[in-house]
């Protein structure tokens, strides 16, 4: 098909971008405000932040910000919302197909992919990751947020539940981000990922 000839149709409504990007921004602006109290290389960030004080408000707030993308979906587009959790959860043997020829392209290489739903297994993989890290974050948040809340062996629990939570969305996050963008064919769905050809 021609470039001229080609047609783009909607995959995603504004609702469901406006979610995506403030998940984005907040997982960003969360990241950066945690890295000097993980470890002191990033010491020279207390500064920037406003110092350690400064910084776990602007924590808390944009842990806040987090969790307004479920409502932003909740009430303007809930079909979209139950249609994502539904796609996730539902797999097919042309995932595991497409889960197959994945890495080549991942690398580089030239190879068909399988026909996929509306969410191939990657984005599906992606959205599962996301999901239950992002419960993980926010919960075992609450938790070292409110410690007088809550007995002190969840209190404990809950500091390397959120470590480990954080690295493995940072990791995926990585990956995603990397596939939108430098990946073969990544800028193109960059551009237009609120289009479907």
Known sequence: MSK???RMVKR??????IAHWTVAFSFLALYITALPMYTEFFDWLWPILG???NARILHRIFGVTLMVPLFIMIFFDPKALLHWLKSAFTWGKHDIQF??????VFFGKDKEYPKQDFYN???KINSLLQLFCGIGIVGSGIIIWK???????LVDIGYPVHAICVGLSVAVVIGH???G???PDGWKAFRGWHGKR
């Open 4 to 6: 001229s000839s080609e």
């Open 12 to 17: 995603f409504g504004l609702p469901f971008r």
């Open 51 to 53: 110092g350690p004080a």
């Open 99 to 104: 889960l197959l020829a994945f890495p080549l």
């Open 121 to 123: 297994a990657g984005e």
């Open 147 to 153: 410690t007088n809340w809550f007995p002190n062996w």
């Open 177 to 179: 981000a990397y596939l």
């Open 181 to 183: 963008t430098f990946a």
